[in-house]
Structure formats: structure tokens, C-alpha cells
């Protein structure tokens, strides 16, 4: 698979670089964090004005049908500068699972308001206490008059609090860890039965608690088929951990080039710091496990658009094991470099680091991964 970009690939990644550079300096995501929504309004509409939120719908709605690459390479640029707005929650989670399972209906309905920034969307998988198993699920839904009533709670939903339009696996028949009996809906928050807790991250994101109690969802609220969900929240999963990776890219390459100014500015004894052998080791070692990670993402986008569904868990689980260590060792070696100040929250090297961290974190660290892997070898 060729990775040179053609033009129009260039030009995309150009237009987010422009972007992020414009519009995310340090010091203005910092203000964005601390706000109670905890991201802009005005760059949701901006990144819909120029188009990316429609890359993952198809055409016929409004979109793009872009590939994963247009993907890849937005999600690197977004992760250059620690974008705050729930692009992947809507833009790539969202929009890809609703293309890809949703009946027309529902399509008309969502494709063309997710393309155009009007509705956002978030993925409720995962549940307190069950770790990174997508198939452990407690949350039931059981048959009514009027279709289903959801009872349960998920946690750590990304952007859940801001979100328009919750994407909620529950089960509908089989025991609690079976892949088999699992049905996935789309709920209003707004419905009665289900509240939010809204809590921030440890790098500045916002995450939701999601709780539902006698939730009444109409059968139009199913995507897929009923019974049948696993396979379609696992493939929904890994593009958005193939995505977390592209991000964690773009973070690791802008934390060793910060990295590199910094040995190349600060002096001891007379000289720059980067002036030293042992120094200039250590930065070749950033360099080599970013490369690294660089080279694992496009092995995993050769694979993740597939039709091999067990080559596409593990080109994914590959990814996200070495990007998750390569992150850790990138952002641990940038921080002894900087000395003292690297610890602190006034520079953004720390940030930068604790994204890394939280990406690993988010749908199985590397440990996991590496175990997943293992059982589709």
C-alpha cells in the first residue's frame, strides 16, 4: 500500500495544519480546557466549514466517503496540537457506524446533521469495573409494547456530557460476558430514565458516567440487527482505536520536535545541551519509536477497511500496543530531558504526555492489546 499523499491528500492535511496552528496555541487550549463545555463551538462549526466532519459519511447524505487514510491524516494533525472537540466521537465513531449499520431511515435522519456539525454523537460501550472487554455487558434492554426499556450504566463515555445522540451497547438475551445477544441503540439523552455525570480527564478531555434507569427506546432506536451488535461494536471499536493511534502519532511527533528545540536552545557549560553524545542519543531513540510508531499506523490502515475481520483485530491490537509503549517512552524521555520543568502544567510538554497516557488507556492499553493479538494469531 502506497503511503505517498496524492494532492488532494496533501491539501487536506495542509488545510487542518493551517488550522490547528491558527487557532491552538498552548496557551488558547488551556483556556478551552477550563471552560465548563471544554471545547469551542466556533471551532466544531469552522471544522465543518471545511468539510471534515463529512469525511466518514457518504456522499449521498452530504459527505465525503473518504477513506482511512483522509482519516489517518487528520487525526494525526488533530493530535499535534491536542484538539479538544469530540471529532472522534462524532465525526469518525458516529458517522462510521451509523453508515455502516443504519437503515435508511436513520441514515436521512443523522447522516446529513452529523455532516454538517449539528448533531454530535458518542459511543457508550464500556461499563465501571469491566475494563476493556466490549462483550462484559450488564446494561439489559428488555422487549416492551413500545419496543425496549434499557436499564444499566456505562462509564467513561467519551464527550458523552455534550453529546447529542448516545450510541449504547446493551444486552438483549445471553449471559453477561457472550459475544451473542448483544443489540446496539441509539438513545436521546435527553430521554427520561437516563442522567449524566460529566467529570474532566487527566489530560483536559471530557468524559460522562451514562446511567439508565427504565429508558424507553422505540424499535427504530436498533442499529443492526437485534441479537447480533457484537461484531458491529468491535468494528466500530477499532476504527476508533485505529484513530486513537493516527492521534497518538501526530502527539509524539510534535512532542520530539519540541523535544529537539529544546536541546538545541538550552546551553550548559558554555554549549548547547544538545551538543552532547549522550543527549543526542536519546533523541535518536525518540526518533527511531516515533518512525516506529509511524510505520505500525500504516500497517494498521492497510488492514483496518478489510473484509478479514481477524487481520483487522490484529493489525489494530498490533498498533495500539506499540504505539501505547512507543508513546510511553517518547513522553517519559521528553520530560527527563526538559529537567525540572517538564513536570510542570506550564509547559506543554506534560500535556502532551498525559494524552499519550489517556490513549492508551482508552479501549485497552497495550497490555491488553497485546494479549488480543495473541487470540487471533
Keep these: 500500500m502506497d503511503f505517498t499523499l496524492v494532492e488532494e491528500q496533501q491539501m487536506l492535511a495542509d488545510l487542518v495544519g493551517r488550522f490547528v496552528e491558527k487557532e491552538y ?14 471545547w469551542s463551538e466556533q471551532h466544531w462549526g469552522t471544522l465543518a466549514d471545511m468539510g471534515l466532519l463529512a469525511l466518514n459519511v457518504p456522499d449521498a447524505y452530504g459527505g465525503m466517503n473518504a477513506s482511512v487514510a483522509e482519516t489517518m491524516i487528520v487525526m494525526e494533525a488533530l493530535g499535534r496540537a491536542l484538539v479538544l472537540e469530540p471529532y472522534l466521537s462524532a465525526a469518525v465513531l458516529g458517522a ?18 452529523l455532516a454538517a456539525g449539528r ?6 460501550t464500556l461499563e465501571p469495573g469491566e475494563r476493556f472487554d466490549l462483550s462484559n455487558i450488564t446494561t439489559t434492554a428488555r422487549p416492551s409494547n413500545q419496543g425496549f426499556v434499557v436499564d444499566g450504566r456505562k462509564g467513561v463515555v467519551l464527550h458523552g456530557d455534550r453529546a447529542d445522540l448516545l450510541l449504547v451497547s446493551a ?3 445471553g449471559a453477561q460476558t457472550d459475544t451473542a445477544g448483544v443489540t446496539l441503540f441509539a438513545i436521546d439523552p435527553k430521554t427520561p430514565g437516563v442522567t449524566l455525570r460529566a467529570f474532566p480527564t487527566l489530560d483536559g478531555q471530557r468524559v460522562a458516567e451514562v446511567c439508565f434507569s427504565g429508558v424507553p427506546v422505540g424499535s427504530d432506536a436498533v442499529i443492526g440487527a437485534i441479537g447480533d451488535g457484537y461484531p458491529l461494536l468491535e468494528w466500530t471499536v477499532d476504527h476508533g482505536l485505529f484513530a486513537l493511534c493516527a492521534e497518538a502519532v501526530g502527539t509524539m511527533a510534535r512532542l520530539a520536535e519540541m523535544t529537539y528545540d529544546y536541546l538545541r536552545t538550552r546551553t550548559q557549560f558554555g554549549r548547547p545541551i544538545g551538543e552532547f ?7 535518536a531513540d525518540i ?8 510505520s505500525v499506523l500504516y500497517f494498521a490502515a492497510s488492514r483496518v477497511a478489510g473484509a478479514d475481520a481477524d ?3 490484529r493489525a489494530v491490537s498490533a498498533a495500539k500496543n506499540l504505539i501505547g509503549r512507543c508513546g510511553r517512552f517518547v513522553g517519559q524521555q521528553a520530560v527527563q530531558l526538559h529537567g525540572g520543568m517538564g513536570m510542570t502544567d506550564e509547559l506543554p510538554i506534560g500535556w502532551y504526555f498525559k494524552r499519550l497516557t489517556c490513549i492508551d488507556m482508552t479501549w485497552g492499553d497495550a497490555e491488553h492489546h497485546l494479549e488480543r493479538y495473541g487470540t487471533y494469531v
Design 96 to 113: 462510521r457506524l451509523i453508515s455502516e449499520a443504519g437503515t435508511d431511515a436513520q441514515k436521512d435522519r443523522w447522516l446529513p446533521e
Design 287 to 294: 526518533l527511531t519509536a516515533v518512525e516506529q510508531a509511524r
Design 311 to 313: 487481520e483487522r483485530r
Design 119 to 124: 448533531l454530535k454523537t458518542a459511543l457508550a
Design 25 to 38: 496555541s498552548f496557551e488558547a487550549r488551556r483556556k478551552l480546557s477550563a471552560t465548563p463545555r471544554g
Design 171 to 173: 444486552r438483549t438475551s
Design 277 to 283: 553524545q549522550a543527549l543526542q542519543h536519546r533523541a
